[in-house]
């Protein structure tokens, strides 16, 4: 698949909270999208000055929106329980238990958020 038309598949379905997404949909644009947001904090950050700051901070929040959605979804994809994701304000520990988690295959049956598609 094209790597343009495959992430913009990827951004399409963010907002589908109720979908699986397994893992070869997910880790390629999940880290993408980590070094755009590591890329506009560390570089762009100190360019803003004058307000854009503001808009800064609101494209880092959109965002994150488009990492912690597919999240979601490959947790729905490994069967496991959204709560779990909670884990990501521990300290440390929390980062790394869920990033084992999302490691996880895919649930191989049919869930109610829709048949495997692995």
Do not use: H
Not at 67 to 84: E, H, S, T
Not at 92 to 112: D, H
């Amino acid at each position: 698949m094209n790597p343009i038309k495959g992430y913009c598949n990827y951004m399409i379905r963010v907002g589908r909270m109720n979908e699986r997404m397994t893992r070869k949909e997910f880790w390629p644009y999940f880290i993408f999208n980590w070094g755009v947001l590591y890329v506009l904090d560390k570089v762009l950050k100190p360019l803003a000055v004058n307000g854009g700051g503001l808009l800064l901070n609101v494209v880092c929040f959109m965002l994150m929106f488009y990492i912690f959605g597919p999240m979601i979804q490959r947790v729905n994809d490994a069967y496991l329980r959204k709560r779990f994701l909670f884990l990501l304000i521990v300290p440390y520990v929390g980062p790394a238990i869920v990033f084992l988690m999302l490691l996880r295959k895919s649930y191989p049956k049919t869930t109610e958020y829709g048949p495997c598609r692995d």
